[in-house]
């Protein structure tokens, strides 16, 4: 038994008939129609129309097609299922013919109906502190409710809606289009008078409340949580808390997490990485002193093991302190911070002994030797310029892959930790860590 009738009805013949019934319902109609419209602007495309039923249905493999499917099954690859583009199917089928038939959308009969309303999706902007500590937010929003009055209905009383005269109760009409210059065509596309449903109120049947639209505008209150550990364009869905639609069940609202940059802390995955600067001081004598000031306001203090020299660009690993493991229960990433030293200046090298501090650093770099064949002297000019590298990513980017081979330290220099340091692992090495 034919899933669809559609094309049957359009030659006036029930899915039984026979393919000589075909052959000849295409011929009676075709000259009916002709001689009963001689000056219709119409004629054309009324004549596609059939011309499309016929040519599918009088080839035994897509009548079959038809049957068992409907036009769903003849958009699929090989007419058996869903997956090819129709354009490309009937391309197929007709190909050298002057006919195409496009399957567009619609609500008429034949045409399946959506399983469920349309989601509505919000991008939601949030910082990382916000990612970090996670948040609950409320706010009002405005979405279409079925009318009470008429319980969706968009009739007043017991009205009943009419047949739509612009498509004959289809919910679409054909539409011809010039594919090439020697080829015309013919689309279905949704009929607007009726919106594809295929039916339509009168103007004094339709309810007062919702002037047929069978759904008013109502303000609601939501309530969203961001939890710890989200991501960067993580969703957040309110299942069934879109607009309603008559006969199926209501969206989603759908709120898309747009995670903003931070000014000192990036984020990849569940680690963060940050930059600290300390004195040449505390490079050479060591540090005991809160370091950062964290995500959820807490100081982090930080000691350095005695007699370890750290140098610039140096990395060291706070574990634990990265961001919340997204219901990972207590479980958190680690903090990376890169070390920068801050030089002292002139005004400090003018209140010192130079010659007792030059006794305490080591020597200064010999001369070249052998020197190259010809040297030119170059003025020393300081200035200011625009790293090519830039200093921050966005709070959702990896920064273990941009290529940074000093700021996770080199694997042939001292590291902050070794085997026999008692801090833990060695701290050389690029972390391994990759964004979710």
Request: charged content about 30%; glycine content about 12%; aromatic content about 8%.
């Amino acid at each position: 038994m034919a899933v669809e009738t559609e094309l049957y009805d359009v030659l006036g013949l029930s899915p039984e008939a026979s393919d000589g019934d075909i052959k000849k319902a295409y011929r009676k109609k075709l000259i009916s129609h002709i001689a009963q419209n001689p000056n219709d602007p119409q004629a054309a495309q009324k004549f596609q129309e059939m011309a499309a039923a016929y040519e599918i249905l009088s080839d035994p493999n897509t009548r079959e097609i038809y049957d068992s499917h409907g036009m769903g099954g003849l958009a699929g690859p090989g007419g058996g299922g869903p997956g090819m583009d129709p354009a490309e199917a009937f391309a197929e089928f007709f190909s050298g013919g002057n006919t195409f038939f496009d399957f567009g959308s619609g609500a008429g009969p034949g045409v399946p109906r959506r399983q469920k309303g349309e989601d509505t999706v919000i991008p939601y902007d949030v910082t990382l502190e916000d990612l970090y500590n996670g948040k609950s937010v409320k706010m009002n929003m405005e979405k279409e409710i079925l009318c009470g009055t008429c319980k969706g209905s968009g009739a007043r009383g017991n009205a009943k809606p009419k047949q739509c005269a612009t498509c004959e109760g289809k919910g679409f009409s054909f539409v011809q289009t010039q594919i090439s210059s020697s080829r015309f065509g013919v689309t279905r596309a949704k009929c607007s008078d009726c919106d594809g449903a295929g039916e339509k109120l009168r103007e004094k049947d339709r309810c007062k409340k919702c002037k047929g639209e069978k759904t008013v505008k109502e303000k609601t209150r939501q309530e969203i949580f961001v939890e710890k550990g989200m991501n960067d364009r993580q969703r957040i869905v309110l299942a069934g808390a879109g607009d309603q639609e008559p006969g199926i069940p209501a969206g989603d609202v759908i709120f898309v997490l747009k995670a903003a940059t931070h000014d000192s802390f990036e984020r990849s995955g569940n680690d963060l990485l940050t930059r600290v600067t300390i004195t040449l001081s505390e490079a050479l004598l060591g540090f005991s002193r809160i370091l950062i000031t964290h995500l959820d306001g807490r100081g982090i203090h930080v000691s350095s093991p005695p007699g370890k020299v750290i140098k610039v660009g140096q990395t060291i690993v706070l574990r634990g302190e990265g961001m919340p493991v997204y219901k990972g229960q207590d479980q958190r990433g680690n903090l990376y911070i890169v070390i920068n030293i801050e030089m002292p200046d002139e005004q400090w090298l003018r209140s010192v002994d130079r010659k007792a501090v030059e006794q305490l650093l080591p020597p200064k770099k010999a001369e070249m030797d052998p020197p190259p064949a010809i040297i030119d002297e170059a003025p020393y000019e300081e200035s200011d310029i625009v790293e090519v590298r830039g200093s921050s990513f966005p709070a959702s980017s990896n920064f273990f892959d941009e290529g940074f081979s000093s700021q996770f330290g080199e694997g042939n220099e001292d590291d902050w930790e070794d085997d026999d340091d008692p801090y833990g692992n060695p701290m050389g090495a690029e972390p391994e860590c990759r964004p979710q």
